[in-house]
């Protein structure tokens, strides 16, 4: 669920870039290869190109920038963020970028992922390791800005390009998805699920990521901008919201105190499946019942799924990290060989905070999932195995939903 400049002096170029977090491209997620046109050469003087669309499931179009890898030099390292804030580090993202590396055409031993476990000097000393060990390019994805900074900084003195993944920094490229879209999408699944659970008056507590963050913001601004009219109509009531964190224990903490001081809240906007999971545990333990007290989340966890599943949580906004982590190896690429990004890689723009400037940005498509389709996204992705998903007490679940293992 979670956003975060770099100057390469000895290549002469900038680049930066992120990918939070808990989509697809657009209905669905898995694009097939026609739709990634892209043009090659092994002439170091007329430019490969990619585009932001090229991107697919079975990462063939990573092949293109075979030849542009082969004119790069050192080592590309990505370092992720912690274990607990959602599972996606560990199970998708990890994986991914190193299949994506080595779709490119990048050597195993070129290409390093290294998680920070949640420790902001962990996340700065696998930096400095990294560049040590000859890595001329950063991906980074910090919890803080702070942190963020603090690496970049390190990597400017010492000519490595830093591209900024899943969470903005500073940097004048971004990789992620479109991260205002995943709210708004958080906001009108909630909308929706109001609706179709027939609560006449939702009383609502509204949750918000990490403040250090700048991802949370840009969630919140999405489902701020579409529940507040229903706030100001007094269709809707707005109980509360919370400070805001990524921290599962927290939000439960968080939560119990906005339930506790206000009896009458029935529903609750979170923008997590994992800081939701305890939440709905503590519902389920106070007897509330399933579709009754519509929650929200992201990043389609097998546990948020499972929610969606058996009535807890109206759904999930999917993000198919497989196009976020092509996406940014492939600015990498460009980066290690010292070359400019093509503009149809870059098909957004997005604010960064600190200077209010608008920063170049490969921005993909999240996409709100429940029990209606997910066979035709995190089942046809194989994001879940069904079988994984339909286990136990979820097959009638599944079965009602037409999902089969």
């Known amino acids: 669920m979670n956003t975060r400049v770099l100057r390469v002096c000895a290549l002469g170029l900038v680049v930066s870039a992120v990918a939070a977090g808990c989509g697809s491209s657009s209905s669905s997620t898995t694009k097939t290869s026609a739709s990634a046109t892209t043009s090659t050469t092994t002439s170091s003087s007329t430019p490969i190109s990619i585009s932001a669309t090229a991107f697919t499931s079975d990462f063939s179009a990573m092949n ?42 990048l050597p195993s031993g070129d290409m390093t992922v290294e998680n920070a476990l949640g420790s902001d000097s962990t996340f700065v000393t696998d930096a400095e390791s990294a560049i040590t060990n000859g890595a001329t390019v950063l991906l980074i994805d910090p919890e803080d800005a702070g942190t963020g900074t603090t690496v970049a900084n390190y990597a400017k003195q010492h000519g ?24 708004q999408l958080i906001g009108s699944g909630f909308v929706s699920c109001v609706n179709a659970w027939h609560v006449s008056k939702p009383n609502v ?10 991802n949370a913001t840009l969630f919140a601004e999405g489902y701020n901008g579409v529940l507040q009219p229903y706030f100001t109509s007094g269709k809707y009531v707005l109980v509360t919201r919370t400070a805001g964190t990524w921290m599962p224990p927290d939000a439960l903490t968080e939560f119990e105190g906005a339930y506790t001081a206000h009896h009458n809240i029935n529903s609750a906007v979170i923008p997590n499946d994992e800081t939701g999971a305890p939440i709905i545990s503590y519902l389920e333990s106070h007897g509330v019942k399933p579709k009754t007290f519509p929650t929200t989340g992201q990043d389609a966890t097998l546990t948020g799924l499972q929610n969606v599943l058996s009535g807890y949580q109206c759904g999930t906004v999917y993000k ?31 604010v960064n905070p600190a200077t209010h400037a608008g920063v170049p940005s490969v921005l993909e498509s999240p996409e709100w999932v429940t029990p209606a389709n997910m066979n035709d996204t995190i089942i046809k992705d194989h994001f879940v195995p069904a079988g994984q998903l339909c286990a136990g007490k979820y097959a009638a679940d599944c079965k009602a939903a037409g999902i089969t293992s």
Do not use: C
């Open 205 to 214: 507590v509204v949750m918000h990521g990490s403040v250090t963050d700048n």
């Open 160 to 183: 490595v390009a830093v591209i900024d993944y899943d969470r903005l920094t500073a940097g004048p490229y971004y990789v992620s998805f479109n991260n205002v879209r995943v709210g």
């Open 64 to 105: 293109a920038l075979k030849p542009l890898t082969a004119q790069g030099k050192g080592k590309v390292a990505a370092i992720l963020p912690d274990t607990t804030s959602s599972t996606r580090y560990v199970e998708f993202d990890a994986p991914y970028l190193k299949q994506a590396a080595a779709a490119a055409g």
């Open 320 to 350: 198919p990290i497989y196009l976020e982590a092509q996406a940014a190896l492939a600015l990498a690429v460009y980066a290690r060989a010292g070359k400019t990004p093509p503009a149809a890689l870059l098909n957004g723009s997005t």
